[in-house]
């Protein structure tokens, strides 16, 4: 990441998680650092309570392949793995308690970067003109973009990223609510993305959320003459300390925008594309006739 002379830092690959400035996002040193502590962590409770490498992966129902992977820190051990650990060496939940830390390890840095900024965030309005909205999608759909990534990502790195993407979703539990606004093109509402049955559940969330009191999802009709989005899919976020901040991104390039100025012009497109899209209940009724016809 650097910073312009104005102000605007940039980074070379989309912070939230859809590609990477390489064929593999891969760990950064950051989660690396942690993996390893907790695979040190691990390895002492098995040696404590006498166990090699293949007895306690045949407890637990791993490999011992991937028990001496997990010990070095090589790869993130998923929650099923800490919790039959937990049972087997018996910590009584000290080493269930560190699926928090593995979650956010596994995750990449950019992902985890906005994922702060949106745990902190009072109010955060969104654009989007090529997807539904990452905070928005079902895990399907988002398996389905990620796995038709090119170039391809494997296995566990696909995992890795629609969990982190899911993960971000807990910002609709968050207690006090943020105000969470979201303007959708018509288009992105009618593209079959893995077909008719992920695209009718992925209406179908839609409206879940849009019936939420700190939630409004607008549509912005294709037919609309007078629209401010034609630059592209941004967002503005408001945080807890009154700091304004827009983040928008295109193919492998990704801007976080701390510039007032800028700032300030994002909101105002921000507030003209949700006077010219339609009114959030009107846009319920639209996703609602849209969902009946899949």
């Keep these: ?59 637990i129902g791993y490999s011992d392949e991937m028990v001496s992977s997990v010990e070095r820190g090589r790869r993130a051990p998923k929650p099923q793995y800490l919790e039959k650990a937990d049972e087997v060496l018996g910590a009584r939940g000290k080493i269930e308690g560190m699926k928090k830390d593995v979650a956010e390890a596994r995750y990449p840095k950019k992902v985890r970067d906005l994922a702060r900024l949106e745990e902190d965030a009072v109010e955060l309005g969104a654009y989007s003109n090529t997807v539904i909205h990452g905070l928005l999608q079902t895990e399907e759909y988002t398996r389905v973009l990620f796995g038709r990534r090119q170039p391809t990502y494997g296995d566990d790195e696909l995992e890795r990223l629609v969990a982190a993407r899911m993960a971000r979703q807990e910002i609709f539990e968050r207690r ?15 593209r079959p993305i ?13 409206l879940e959320l849009g019936k939420l009191r ?25 945080l807890n300390d009154g700091t304004a901040l ?4 295109v193919q492998l390039t990704s801007r976080l925008i701390a510039n007032p100025k800028e700032v300030h012009v994002l909101e ?10 339609l009114r959030s209940r009107e846009s319920l009724a639209f996703i609602e006739k849209l969902r009946g016809e899949t």
């Design 194 to 206: 893995g077909g008719k049955m992920v695209l009718r559940r992925q209406l179908e969330r839609l």
């Design 214 to 238: 700190h939630v409004e999802i607008q549509v912005m009709p294709t037919e609309t003459e007078e629209h401010s989005g034609v630059g592209g899919s941004f967002q503005v976020l408001k």
């Design 1 to 59: 990441m650097s910073v312009d002379s104005d102000g605007t830092e940039r980074t070379d690959y989309t912070t939230d998680g859809a590609d990477g400035p390489g064929w593999d996002p891969g760990l950064d040193d950051e989660g690396t650092a942690v993996l390893k502590a907790i695979g040190r962590q691990l390895k002492m409770w098995r040696e404590a309570a006498g166990l090699r490498q293949a007895e306690f992966g045949a407890a």
């Design 246 to 249: 827009g983040h928008n991104e």
């Design 176 to 190: 006090p609510a943020p105000l969470l606004t979201f303007v959708q093109e018509e288009a992105m509402l009618r």
């Design 268 to 277: 105002m497109r921000y507030g003209m594309i949700r006077a010219q899209a």
